[in-house]
C-alpha cells in the first residue's frame, strides 16, 4: 500500500514556493506561496473558526478541520446525504455571524432528490465543542425544481450586514429556460433568514417568488460583501467569453440567457445574440477569454499595503488568482498572480491578515496555500 503521507512529503518537501506576480509590478517584490495543508480531495470552501482551526468542505461529501498543527481531521458527522456528482457535492461553508454564540454552520450542497434528481440545498448545524460532529441539522433551502445530470449548482452563500442570507445557484445547464421565468430557483439569487424564512425587505414584485433577489444568471461560484459598502458582488460563468462580474440589486435582472457577451462553446450565437437590452443590468467587467472564476473575497488587511481594497478571484479554468484594482464601482486594473500553477477554488481572507486560497484538486494533491509577502 502505498503510504499518502510519504508521497506528499517528497511532493511538498520545500514549503515555499517563490512566484513573482509580474517583473514590472512594484507592489509586491515577492509574493510567494506556502503550502499550509495537503492532502485534501478537491476542497470547495473554508471559513476560519475563532480560535484560527479552518473548516474545509471536500466536494467529495466531507467535512473536515485544519488544525493549528496543519492536521486535516477526519470527516466530520452528522452531514445529511449528499449528492457529489459532476459538479455538484459539498459546496460553500459560512459561519453564523455570532458564531461564537450560536457555533452555527451553513453548508450549501447537490442533494440528491426523488427519481435520481438532485437540486441545490443549504443546511444549518451546530458545530460540537470538540469539532467531531454537527448536531441539530436542518434543511433551511431546497431549490425548485430539481433535475438528473451534474451540472450549475452555482452556489455560494454569504451573510449581508442584517444577518440575513444570500445564496446562490445555476441554470443546471439544462433548465436554461426557466432562468427568466421568477416562479423557480434556477439561475437565481436567494436571500432568506438563519431559519429559511423571508426576510421583510426582499423585492416584492408580482409573479416573483418571495425568496428571490436577482434574476438572469447562469452559474454563480462567487460571492461577497464588500466591507464598506455592504453591497452584495458575484461572478459567475457564462459561456465562451461571457464569465460577470456584478454587484445584484434587489429586483434586477442580469440577462442570462437572453443578454450575453457569451457565445455557445460551439461557437454559435446564444438566443439573439444581444449584448444589451433594456431592462438588463451591464456586468460591472466580464471576461473574454473566460477564466471560470470561482470564490472572491475583498483584502482588508495591512500583510500587503499595496492590495489594500483590491478584489481577489479565483479562477479554474485559466488557473491563477486574478488581483481586480477598483476606482468605486469600476474595475481599472487587473492582475494575474501565480499564473498556470493550480485551479483556484476559492480565496478568503484569514484573522491573520495573510490570502488563504484553495487548489482545485483531487487527493491528495488538494492543498490549503497562504500567500506570505
Do not use: C
Not at 466591507?227 to 460577470?244: I, R, S, Y
Amino acid at each position: 500500500m502505498i503510504d499518502r503521507r510519504a508521497v506528499l512529503a517528497s511532493l511538498f518537501a520545500v514549503p515555499l514556493i517563490t512566484l513573482r506576480a509580474k517583473a514590472d509590478d512594484k507592489s509586491v517584490s515577492a509574493a510567494m506561496l506556502e503550502t499550509m495543508a495537503d492532502g485534501l480531495d478537491r476542497p470547495w470552501s473554508f471559513a476560519f473558526l475563532p480560535e484560527g482551526v479552518i473548516l474545509v468542505t471536500e466536494k467529495s461529501g466531507a467535512l473536515r478541520t485544519i488544525g493549528l498543527d496543519r492536521k486535516v481531521s477526519e470527516p466530520i458527522s452528522g452531514l445529511p446525504e449528499i449528492a457529489a456528482v459532476g459538479q455538484g457535492g459539498l459546496l460553500d461553508i459560512a459561519l453564523h455571524p455570532n458564531f461564537a454564540q450560536t457555533r452555527l454552520v451553513f453548508l450549501s450542497f447537490a442533494e440528491p432528490r426523488e427519481e435520481g434528481k438532485n437540486a441545490t440545498s443549504v443546511m444549518r448545524g451546530r458545530l460540537s465543542e470538540d469539532l467531531r460532529s454537527l448536531d441539530y441539522v436542518k434543511i433551511i433551502f431546497r431549490q425548485q425544481p430539481a433535475t438528473t445530470g451534474g451540472q450549475h449548482f452555482g452556489s455560494r452563500i454569504v451573510f449581508d450586514r442584517t444577518g440575513a442570507l444570500f445564496i446562490t445557484t445555476g441554470d443546471r445547464g439544462s433548465l436554461r429556460d426557466l432562468v427568466q421565468k421568477p416562479d423557480n430557483h434556477i439561475g437565481k439569487i436567494l436571500r432568506i433568514t438563519e431559519d429559511g424564512g423571508i426576510p421583510p425587505d426582499n423585492p416584492k414584485i408580482a409573479g416573483w417568488l418571495p425568496e428571490i433577489w436577482s434574476i438572469g444568471h447562469r452559474n454563480l461560484q462567487g460571492a461577497t460583501i464588500h466591507p464598506e459598502t455592504g453591497q452584495l458582488w458575484t461572478v459567475e460563468h457564462g459561456t465562451k467569453g461571457g464569465d460577470e462580474l456584478n454587484t445584484p440589486q434587489a429586483g434586477k435582472n442580469y440577462g442570462w440567457p437572453d443578454v450575453t457577451y457569451g457565445t455557445e462553446y460551439s461557437g454559435e450565437t446564444i438566443g439573439e445574440g444581444l449584448t444589451a437590452k433594456d431592462g438588463i443590468e451591464h456586468p460591472l467587467h466580464y471576461w473574454d477569454p473566460s477564466i471560470a472564476p470561482s470564490g472572491m473575497a475583498f483584502y482588508t488587511g495591512d500583510r500587503y499595503p499595496d492590495w489594500k481594497g483590491n478584489l481577489f478571484i479565483g479562477a479554474l479554468v485559466q488557473k491563477h488568482l486574478a488581483r481586480l484594482v477598483l476606482d468605486g464601482g469600476k474595475v481599472v486594473e487587473e492582475e494575474r498572480l501565480y499564473d498556470g500553477r493550480a485551479r483556484i477554488r476559492d480565496v478568503r481572507q484569514g484573522p491573520d491578515g495573510y490570502l488563504y486560497m484553495l487548489t482545485d484538486e483531487a487527493a491528495p494533491m488538494g492543498r490549503v496555500m497562504r500567500v506570505t509577502p
